[in-house]
């Protein structure tokens, strides 16, 4: 397998779970503004979205979209948990937070990235997310994990996004419990080991 990403972005996520799964991989850096990558070619040509993650399977296949690489990367080994069986209520509740992260944690939050948007604007985005920060702190009143006492690739998905949080001046210290959730996850030897390969893979340019 291939996992193209991009530093600080939602392909962090994948690549957290390729680490725990502990499967063999290869890393193509791309550059989001240019399309260019830490190998020949344009990123256009495979993954015309233009976006990361994207995850090249073998004979020409490649997924896109987090979410769905995610569950397909969890149901490599099911053994591990990373992922509740499809078909059951268990999965229906992790894909239920797969969605709220996509759509009211990353999508809410990417506009922040522009930071030529008036502050009032921005301001408004933030009001928004502080919201959904007050529903993740109830839902981690009583347990370490989204789902439940175990890891999952949900968990993956949101500390990723909630990393970029620190960026758009929002503390994260306002809600205890996911402070403490995202220190757990931090703290997973997987997370350091997809940051040291990452670091490890040039930079296109």
């Known amino acids: 397998m291939k996992l193209y ?3 600080a972005t939602c392909s962090f996520a994948p690549h957290i779970v390729l680490q725990e799964l502990g499967l ?5 850096r791309v550059d989001n503004q240019t399309k260019l990558m830490s190998e020949p070619g344009n990123f256009l040509a495979i993954n015309p979205k233009g976006y990361v993650a994207a995850l090249a399977l073998g004979a020409g296949d490649v997924l896109t979209e987090g979410p769905a690489i995610l569950q397909y990367l969890a149901d490599l080994n099911p053994d591990l948990g990373l992922a509740p069986v499809n078909g059951t209520l268990e999965r229906a509740r992790l894909q239920e937070w797969l969605n709220f992260v996509t759509s009211e944690i990353h999508a809410g ?3 922040l990235f522009n930071r030529g948007l008036p502050e009032t604007v921005r301001d408004a985005f933030r009001k ?3 919201r959904r ?7 981690l ?5 989204l789902t439940g006492s175990r890891f999952t690739v949900a968990d993956a998905y949101l ?3 909630l990393g970029w949080m620190k960026g758009f001046d929002i503390d994260l210290g306002h809600w205890p419990k996911v402070g403490a959730y995202m220190r757990r996850i931090e703290g997973r030897p997987s997370v350091a080991a997809a940051l ?5 893979v040039p930079f296109v340019g």
């Open 5 to 7: 990403f991009a530093s």
């Open 24 to 28: 063999p991989y290869n890393l193509v």
């Open 109 to 111: 939050s990417s506009p």
């Open 128 to 130: 928004k997310l502080t």
């Open 133 to 139: 920060f007050d529903f993740i702190e109830a839902g």
């Open 141 to 145: 009143a009583a347990q370490e994990y």
């Open 159 to 161: 500390f990723t996004v």
């Open 196 to 200: 040291k390969r990452e670091a490890a």
